[in-house]
């Protein structure tokens, strides 16, 4: 079946640092792609999306871009912040249907000022 | 727009005691979904109903039962609380019909601890 696999937590990194989180998928057909960040006491919320090959999905300074070839969609954010500390969630749901989204394991950020 | 609301916010429970955790959302949604969230483990999808009348079961229903009461309205029942059932419980909803993509929609969450 569907799957994502993310980098283990938690990465830890100073106010300013660059950040990557890896994620990969396993799926039939081309998925769409997503992340969610939870912050602390709260439920999910979306951070970006990309429908397509080669999509870049952004928001607030993050970014992914949906790889095909290598089945990836790794989040990227140039300088992060304190309050950019959260779980963070990369997901897939195929492009019909009314399958539900399957999630990644999490990794939790957290930013040290 | 409340969203999606999540009644209650934290419940103890028993082993064995039943119970019934509400979710309503105000957006029209077609679709509602319960997921279990426990450490290490991500959220994993418990029962989901695509529309008003139907259910699905998800990756992990067993000891659960749900309600898909009218299209604002989706309840998780325990019948029989176990302590594995000791879980953030968080319902969702998404206007996704077939074909589309759509995000979905998170409520706050429920605490539960089965003692």
């Known amino acids: 079946g569907d799957s994502v696999t993310q980098m283990e937590g938690p990465v830890t990194l100073s106010e300013e640092a660059f950040l990557t989180i890896n994620c990969t998928y396993t799926?039939?057909?081309?998925?769409?792609l997503f992340w969610y960040v939870q912050y602390p006491g709260e439920g999910l919320q979306l951070l970006l999306k990309?429908?397509?090959?080669?999509d870049k999905g952004s928001n607030k300074g993050f970014e992914a871009t949906y790889r095909k070839e290598t089945t990836s969609f790794h989040l990227e954010k140039g300088s992060v912040q304190v309050s950019d500390s959260a779980v963070y969630f990369c997901?897939?749901?195929?492009?019909?249907?009314?399958?539900?989204?399957?999630f990644g394991k999490g990794t939790r950020l957290s930013v040290i000022a | 727009n409340a969203g999606v609301t999540q009644t209650p916010k934290f419940q103890v429970l028993k082993t064995g005691q039943s119970m019934t955790l509400q979710c309503a959302q105000d957006?029209?949604?077609?679709?509602m979904y319960w997921y279990r969230q426990d450490p290490g483990m991500g959220l994993r999808l418990i029962y989901y109903?695509?529309?008003?009348?139907?259910?699905d079961k998800g990756e992990v229903p067993n000891g659960y039962n749900v309600s898909r009461l009218n299209k604002r309205e989706f309840s998780l029942r325990l019948e029989s609380a176990a302590p594995s059932q000791t879980s953030v419980y968080f319902c969702?909803?998404?206007?996704?019909?077939?074909?589309?993509?759509?995000?979905?929609?998170f409520g706050p969450g429920t605490r539960l601890l089965v003692l």
């Open positions: 969702a909803s998404s206007a996704l019909t077939s074909g589309t993509t759509e995000t979905q929609y």
């Open positions: 799926a039939t057909g081309y998925p769409s």
């Open positions: 990309a429908t397509k090959a080669d």
């Open positions: 997901a897939l749901t195929p492009n019909s249907g009314n399958t539900p989204l399957v």
């Open positions: 957006m029209n949604h077609n679709s």
């Open positions: 109903s695509a529309s008003e009348g139907t259910t």
